[in-house]
Antibody
Framework: EVQLVESGGGLVQPGGSLRLSCEAS????????MHWVRQGPGKELMWVSW????????SYADSVKGRFTISRDNARNTVFLQMSSLRAEDTALYYC???????????WGQGTLVTVSS | QSALTQPASVSGSPGQSITISCTGT?????????VSWYQQHPGKAPKLMIY???NRPSGVSHRFSGSKSGNTASLTISGLQAEDEADYHC??????????FGGGTKLTVL
């Protein structure tokens, strides 16, 4: 059974940093491209970032470029999202998702909540 | 990258069919056959229902179907059931090698 378990969310002040983790199991992690997607209070999903299976290629949404960094450790079956210079508008539930082909995410975690507030 | 445009809400009675539209541009929906649809029940993670415009993952009901014309993709649910009541989100690959989602549509089964 595929499992994606996010952790690392919490309350952080504007301008602060946070590192999210997503531990994967139930599939060959090192063969899978991974994504972070967030969902704000308005319920709209927003794609944040992806990383290739070997970690060499990455891509970011314009709104987080330069502030967020995605990385992975295939030995630990874990993908990370390092977030810095956080803003109130980054407040959201952050989901880790596995790309399953055709630019689609077939597997999702349950999310970790990030709240940016003073 | 601007979000794809979806209606905020749609509704239908049990047994009826409904269609949810998802409008983008030639840089995303119109340029690639990489449109996906997700179903999300309250408090739950999104679930993939359609990928590559028309394909259903294993286990997804045949009542769900997808299509595309130009810059607009559509999700049709036939034979509406109470359990179909949920939020539906579309997404597309873009020419920036990124993804973009729609604003989401709340489906109410009357």
């Amino acid at each position: 059974e595929v499992q994606l378990v996010e952790s690392g969310g919490g309350l952080v002040q504007p301008g602060g940093s946070l590192r999210l983790s997503c531990e994967a199991s139930g599939f060959t992690f090192s063969n899978s491209w991974m994504h972070w997607v967030r969902q704000g209070p308005g319920k709209e999903l927003m794609w944040v970032s992806w990383i290739s299976s070997n970690g060499i290629d990455t891509s970011y949404a314009d709104s987080v470029k330069g502030r967020f960094t995605i990385s992975r450790d295939n030995a630990r079956n874990t993908v990370f999202l390092q977030m810095s210079s956080l803003r109130a508008e980054d407040t959201a539930l952050y989901y880790c998702a596995r790309a399953t082909g055709g630019a689609a995410a077939g597997d999702w975690g349950q999310g970790t909540l990030v709240t940016v507030s003073s | 990258q601007s979000a794809l445009t979806q209606p905020a809400s749609v509704s239908g009675s049990p047994g009826q069919s409904i269609t949810i539209s998802c409008t983008g541009t030639s840089s995303d929906v119109g340029g690639y056959n990489y449109v996906s649809w997700y179903q999300q029940h309250p408090g739950k993670a999104p679930k993939l229902m359609i990928y590559e415009v028309t394909n259903r993952p294993s286990g997804v009901s045949h009542r769900f179907s997808g299509s595309k014309s130009g810059n607009t993709a559509s999700l049709t649910i036939s034979g509406l059931q109470a359990e179909d009541e949920a939020d539906y989100h579309c997404s597309s690959h873009t020419n920036s090698n990124s993804w973009v989602f729609g604003g989401g549509t709340k489906l109410t089964v009357l």
